[in-house]
Structures are given as C-alpha cells and as structure tokens.
C-alpha cells in the first residue's frame, strides 16, 4: 500500500520567515495531493491541492510543489503569521482507488 | 453553509464497553467518511460511503467495528467491544461526490478507552 513520510514533524519559525514541509510517497499511481491545516480541537481543513499534471500552484501566501520523478511534493509558507501555527497534514491519493493515504504530520510554531 | 456535524464531541468508556458515534455530512454530499485518528498520527480511513453504499471499508476492523449510513444520510459508527488501542479521535468528512472533491472534516469525537 502508500507510504506517506512527512517532514519536519516539528517546525518553530520567526513571524514573517517562510516555512516548508516536505512529503515523500511511495506509490507513483498517486496522483492528487491535497494539504490539510488542523487547529486544536478542530477537524482537518483543506488548504491547497494539486493533481499530477502541474508541478507549481501557489495560493498567495501558500505553494504547493510536485517532483512526480522523485516522488514528492512540499508546502511552502511564505511571510508567516501566529495564526499559521497549527498541524499541517499532506496525503496522497489514488483517484481511481479513491485511497487518500496521510502524512503524520507537522506541527508548525509561528513566534511573533 | 452548515459543516459537518459530529456528535458526541468526547466519550470515555471502559474496555469491552460499546460505543456509537454520529455524523451528519454537509446536505448534499454525497461521499462520506470516517477517519481514525490517533495522537501524533495523520488520520487513517476507516469507511467510505458513496451515498448509503460502501466504497471500501478494507481498513475496518470488522470484528469489533461496523458502519451504516440509511437513507445516503447520516452516519453512524460502532465499536463493540472497544479496546485500550482504540482511544483515537474519530473524524467524519463528506465531499461532493469524488476522493478529488474537497472533503469537509466535523471536529471529531475524541474517545478515550480505560
């Protein structure tokens, strides 16, 4: 089955500095990507997605990129705020097995 | 737009006990799901229902867990007899129709088996 691996598992940055998190699958029919954002007590929320096909999408302050060669995708998060500071999940999906597998996730500190 | 709702939000049980959680998904969609969650963990699909049929419930421990949704609806799930190891939180989402479709995450019941 998938393997997702996500890293790093804990990430402490300065208020204003970028942010990035890494993801590595192991299944290449996985073709959609999505990342999720979870607050306390909060289930997760859908941020940014991308599908096989594009290699770059950004959002503003967020991007998403995909290395399908290598098998990975990252988040970036650029000019960060406190509020940014949550638990951030990647997962990879195989749309024709409708299986989304999830990362452990990254749990990201924004200090102002 | 309402989100999903979950219900209870928390319940602590004793081992061999039963437990049932309820979700009602966003109106409309017809896809839903229930994720495990444990601590420190990403959430792991249990089910997944495409209106009130299963899709795939390969990760359902059938022996102790089971999962219906009547009417293409609401959902429920049931543990019986939980175990020390099932203390997770239990997310429910819903999306449109496909696994591309955004899914919709309720806050999750957070069970803790003693």
């Known amino acids: 089955g998938e393997n997702v691996e996500q890293h790093p598992s804990t990430l402490s940055v300065q208020e204003g500095d970028s942010a990035v998190i890494k993801c590595t699958y192991s299944?290449?029919?996985?073709?959609?990507f999505p990342w999720y954002k979870q607050e306390l007590g909060k289930g997760p929320q859908l941020i940014i997605d991308i599908r096989s096909n594009v290699g770059e999408k950004k959002d503003q302050r967020i991007a998403v990129t995909l290395n399908k060669t290598a098998k990975h995708f990252s988040l970036h998060i650029t000019e960060t705020q406190p509020e940014d500071s949550a638990v951030y999940f990647c997962?990879?999906?195989?749309?024709?097995?409708?299986?989304?597998?999830f990362g452990d996730g990254t749990t990201l500190t924004v200090k102002p | 737009e309402a989100g999903v709702a979950q219900s209870p939000r928390y319940k602590i049980i004793e081992k061999r006990q039963s437990v049932a959680f309820w979700c009602n998904p966003i109106?409309?969609?017809?896809?839903l799901y229930w994720y495990q969650q444990i601590l420190g963990q990403g959430p792991k699909l249990l089910i997944q229902?495409?209106?009130?049929?299963?899709?795939?419930d390969s990760q359902l421990p059938k022996d102790r867990f089971s999962a219906e949704r009547l009417k293409g609806v609401d959902s429920t799930l049931k543990i019986q007899p939980a175990k020390l190891e099932d203390s997770a939180v239990y997310l429910c989402?819903?999306?449109?129709?496909?696994?591309?479709?955004?899914?919709?995450f309720g806050p999750g019941t957070r069970l803790t088996v003693l």
């Open positions: 229902f495409q209106n009130n049929g299963v899709v795939d």
């Open positions: 997962a990879a999906t195989r749309t024709n097995a409708g299986k989304s597998t």
């Open positions: 989402a819903s999306s449109l129709r496909q696994i591309t479709d955004t899914q919709y």
């Open positions: 299944d290449s029919a996985s073709n959609y």
């Open positions: 109106s409309g969609h017809a896809t």
